[in-house]
């Protein structure tokens, strides 16, 4: 689950939304109906599994929550902290390998033999305007040391395309989104703060 889904999913979203956010958040609700809503609320918040002796963990934003922002020039520390067991990820192992999304900017980090990963964005990414993912590559369950892999996807994709749809549907707020789609500069960031 994502700080978006867990957003629009419940009838009162946990975040205190703008007047002019809460109706994008309506829109989206709309748009998705109550079948998909229901099954936005259902997802879970963190995935654990063993690929090829590998702890694996994904989750969207952080070991914290949804709503907890982990930038790729954070602190040492705060990446550490991503491979925590917490009251949201559950107390099971303590991952080696952490996946996460959220800040739409891949990137890895190995600390000790412990690997984090951000996964990009295939829909928007904030790196490069080009589609962007991760494929995981082992024995998937295995406890035991087999090959394991990570590639980076990058890939263009019709923008102009995506952008008329959204015009199509009525899609509030537009603007700001194209402009993140076509330079790849999330609109929330200050000048200051871009690397």
């Known amino acids: ?15 205190a939304f703008s ?7 309506r829109w989206h609700q ?29 989750f969207h934003a952080s070991q914290l929550g949804v709503h907890y922002r982990v930038f790729h020039d954070a602190p ?3 990446h550490l902290a991503m491979f925590d ?17 959220d800040i739409h900017y ?14 990009g964005s295939v829909g928007n990414p904030l790196d490069k305007p080009l589609a962007c993912y991760q494929i995981l590559e082992g024995n998937y369950g295995s406890g035991d040391e087999a090959p394991f892999s990570v590639s980076l996807v990058r ?6 395309l995506a952008v008329r749809h959204a015009h199509e549907s009525g899609m509030p707020d537009i603007e700001p989104w194209e402009v993140e789609l076509r330079t790849a500069r999330y609109r929330g960031l200050k000048e200051d703060a871009a690397t």
């Open 155 to 160: 890939l263009p994709y019709d923008i102009d």
């Open 19 to 25: 007047e002019g956010m809460q109706h994008h958040v």
């Open 76 to 78: 040492v520390e705060r």
């Open 1 to 15: 689950m994502g700080n978006w889904d867990a957003s629009i999913a419940p009838e009162n979203p946990p975040f």
């Open 106 to 119: 891949p990137y890895r980090k190995v600390y000790d033999g412990r690997m984090l990963f951000n996964v």
């Open 85 to 101: 067991n917490t009251d949201f990820t559950g107390y099971g192992f303590a991952p080696d390998t952490v996946f996460y999304a």
């Open 30 to 58: 709309k748009k998705l109906g109550v079948e998909r809503l229901h099954y936005l609320e259902l997802l879970p918040g963190t995935i654990d599994f063993y690929m090829s002796g590998k702890r694996v963990r994904l």
